[in-house]
């Protein structure tokens, strides 16, 4: 039995994201994993969510930093979505060098938010179901 690929999305490092260590700055890091987040929603079809005036929204963000990444280096992001009870969900991206390297993991809680109520709703899987998002892009088992 083989495990499915999370999905993923490359990002080539550019020397204005760098810190005063020649290393990606702390904060490039949650941009990248947002940027694989978003990617990741919109492949999956998130559109159909915001026609009902609901969208993902971020709660809080943790990161563990493995390696350091330079400038020029290549890099890709893995995110991956884990459901459970409540009206919060979690998220883990995962940033890895070209060759395979680990450099970063970020945890991340988050809702699914009534756009005019600014209330998160009840039960975000059941809500992406409805709306007929590909959860499976989103690596949710």
Do not use: W
């Not at 990741?40 to 993902?56: F, H, I, Q």
């Not at 709660?59 to 563990?64: A, G, M, N, R, T």
């Not at 009870?85 to 991206?93: L, P």
Request: hydrophobic share 40%; aromatic share 8%; charged share 30%.
């Amino acid at each position: 039995m083989t495990q499915r690929e999370p999905f993923r999305v490359e990002i080539k490092v550019r020397h204005y994201e760098l810190d005063t260590l020649g290393h990606l700055n702390h904060a490039v890091y949650h941009s990248y994993g947002e940027v694989a987040r978003i990617e990741a929603m919109d492949r999956a079809g998130s559109a159909k969510l915001r026609e009902e005036n609901v969208s993902p929204v971020l709660l809080e963000s943790h990161i563990v930093f493995r390696r350091e990444i330079r400038a020029g280096e290549t890099v890709y992001v893995a995110c991956e979505a884990k459901f459970g009870s409540g009206k919060t969900f979690q998220m883990t991206n995962n940033i890895y060098k070209a060759d395979g390297t680990l450099s970063a993991e970020i945890s991340s809680t988050l809702g699914l938010m009534d756009l005019e109520l600014r209330k998160l709703v009840e039960d975000p899987r059941g809500r992406f179901e409805r709306a007929g998002v590909d959860l499976s892009v989103l690596g949710a088992e």
